[in-house]
């Protein structure tokens, strides 16, 4: 969709972490550990974006403000939605079970990207 307004950088707040393993720009991480992100499973509660992919065991995260991220779950609609990791680095709708929060969609771009208010 053609967008003539951006939510870009609004708000944006980040932090570097210490990471291992991968964790890969534009997906969604969680905490691992004091100061650390790791990439987070299916159903699992995430804390912000990573801004790029993790480098000499360091990745910046954004932590607030207006991100973009993959959604492949088209139940996923604009307003507020209680969010969890689809651990594939992208975003669902949580499920009964799992763990999330709610977040507001402010924006989908109909090609599996939304705008969320972080």
């Given amino acids: ?10 708000g944006e707040v980040a932090a570097t972490f ?10 969604v991480v969680k905490i ?6 790791e990439a987070c499973a299916s159903g699992e509660r995430f804390c912000g974006v990573a801004l790029g992919d ?6 910046a995260v954004q932590i607030q403000g207006c991100a973009q991220v993959k959604c492949a779950d088209d139940t996923v609609t604009v307003g507020y939605v209680k969010l969890t990791a689809d651990g594939t680095g992208g975003v669902k709708k949580a499920g009964t079970n799992d763990a ?10 109909g090609a599996g990207i939304i705008t969320i208010k972080m």
Avoid at 1 to 10: C, T
Avoid at 18 to 27: A, D, P, Q, R, S
Avoid at 100 to 109: I, K, N, P, R, S
């Fill in 1 to 10: 969709m053609s967008r003539k307004v951006s939510f870009e950088g609004i």
């Fill in 18 to 27: 210490f990471t291992e393993g991968t964790v890969k720009g534009g997906h």
């Fill in 32 to 37: 691992g550990g004091d100061s650390k992100v």
């Fill in 54 to 59: 993790a480098k000499d065991g360091f990745a």
């Fill in 100 to 109: 999330g929060d709610e977040y507001l969609v402010m924006a989908d771009d």
